[in-house]
């Protein structure tokens, strides 16, 4: 077999220079250019922007006053500079009505502006915020904003894991295609969509049927007749254009049974990963779109009886005898139910009674 000669020791040490000469300056080189793609990267790294995900179902460039509370707070938070942007999807199209408020608690969406009935299922504490009769006023719901009762109900909200950025509460009434909905009798023989347990109690125990639902599916539900009437709140009813539907409105009035909380929630989780500077433009936001709540809320009611009108619908108010008699049928089911099946059910609806 024949020896391979021996490779000369220069030759080795040259080879070997030569190869760690390329290999040191191809490292310098990718060294240099990673050191100058981080210094061109980290001003946008140190600027980038979070962004809010905003769900709700309510119909959205079209006036309702939900969707403008939502956009009105966007914009100040836009004007605000702190590197936040709230981006709305309206009328379900990120979320269905029903899918907000577990979505919100598990951090899976950011903010919502949801009527608070619809967890009661998992909150039944969240009952009493639509509550027939507890309310009747506008000026009576904002005085309710600050008191025992709604710092109870907050308290709820935030043991599951929200905090409410503005507070709404919304008057609404009833709406039918069979006949005016006015004293308890003239309910019997109506399929109803109540929005919530303690209207479907007292409903109920009045002889009309139920059917439970979210508001924006009630238009369909009344033209295929699966629903002769529905209650829901002013804005609804002009928003998802109930007035092609209905033969007679009973408008909230000065007895309006039906108020309805609806606010502007934000996610513990989400509010948790923002600045003190971006909690504190999320904070002045809220109280800017609560007050322009404030200065629609009355007029939300004129504008439904005004819309109704012109439509051709029939437009009622109860009287104080029809109220009273809603009110002592309320008492006996959804305030006693409420009361007896509610963990501190009876605290809630006294704490709300107190407030004069």
């Known amino acids: 077999m024949k020896r391979q000669a021996p490779i000369p020791t220069a030759a080795i040490s040259?080879?070997?220079?030569?190869?760690?000469?390329?290999?040191?300056?191809?490292?310098?080189?990718?060294?240099?250019?990673?050191?100058?793609?981080?210094?061109?990267?980290?001003?946008?790294?140190?600027?980038a922007e979070t962004v809010l995900r905003v769900s709700h179902q309510f119909p959205g460039g079209k006036g309702d006053v939900r969707d403008e509370m939502v956009q009105l707070m966007a914009k100040e938070v836009a004007a605000a500079d702190?590197?936040?942007?709230?981006?709305?999807?309206?009328?379900?199209?990120?979320?269905?009505?029903?899918?907000?408020?577990s979505a919100l608690v598990r951090g899976r969406l950011d903010m919502t502006s949801l009527p608070l009935d619809y967890?009661?299922?998992?909150?039944?504490?969240?009952?009493?915020?639509?509550?027939?009769?507890?309310?009747?006023?506008?000026?009576?719901?904002?005085?309710?904003n600050d008191s025992e009762f709604m710092g109870m109900i907050k308290e709820v909200i935030q043991d599951a894991g929200a905090r409410v950025l503005a507070d709404a509460w919304l008057a609404g009434g009833f709406a039918s295609s069979k006949q005016c909905i006015t004293s308890p009798d003239s309910v019997k023989g109506q399929t109803l969509r109540a929005a919530g347990p303690a209207f479907e109690d007292m409903l109920s125990a009045a002889g009309a049927s139920i059917s439970s639902m979210p508001s924006s599916e009630i238009y369909t539900a009344m033209q295929t007749g699966v629903l002769d009437a529905a209650n829901t709140s002013s804005g609804s009813f002009v928003s998802y254009r109930l007035y092609e539907q209905a033969t007679c409105l009973t408008a909230p009035g000065e007895n309006?049974?039906?108020?309805?909380?609806?606010?502007?929630?934000?996610?513990?989780?989400?509010?948790?990963?923002?600045?003190?500077?971006?909690?504190?433009?999320?904070?002045?936001?809220?109280?800017?779109?609560?007050?322009?709540?404030?200065?629609?809320?009355?007029?939300?009611?004129?504008?439904?009886?005004?819309?109704?009108?012109?439509?051709?619908v029939e437009v009622v108010e109860m009287s104080p005898e029809d109220y009273q008699s809603w009110l002592d049928i309320a008492q006996q089911s959804a305030y006693k139910n409420f009361a007896e099946n509610v963990d501190n059910g009876q605290a809630l609806i006294d704490a709300a009674l107190a407030v004069e």
């Open 82 to 101: 702190v590197d936040l942007k709230l981006q709305v999807y309206p009328g379900q199209s990120l979320f269905k009505a029903n899918e907000q408020w």
């Open 256 to 312: 309006a049974l039906w108020f309805m909380y609806e606010p502007i929630l934000i996610s513990e989780q989400s509010w948790s990963r923002l600045d003190e500077a971006q909690q504190q433009a999320l904070i002045d936001a809220g109280e800017k779109a609560e007050a322009y709540f404030s200065e629609q809320a009355a007029e939300l009611d004129q504008k439904m009886i005004d819309v109704f009108k012109e439509n051709g």
């Open 14 to 47: 040259t080879t070997s220079v030569s190869t760690t000469s390329v290999s040191t300056s191809a490292t310098s080189a990718i060294s240099i250019l990673i050191i100058a793609g981080l210094a061109l990267t980290a001003p946008a790294l140190a600027t």
């Open 119 to 144: 967890a009661s299922g998992r909150h039944p504490e969240f009952s009493a915020t639509l509550m027939p009769g507890l309310v009747r006023s506008h000026e009576r719901a904002e005085r309710l």
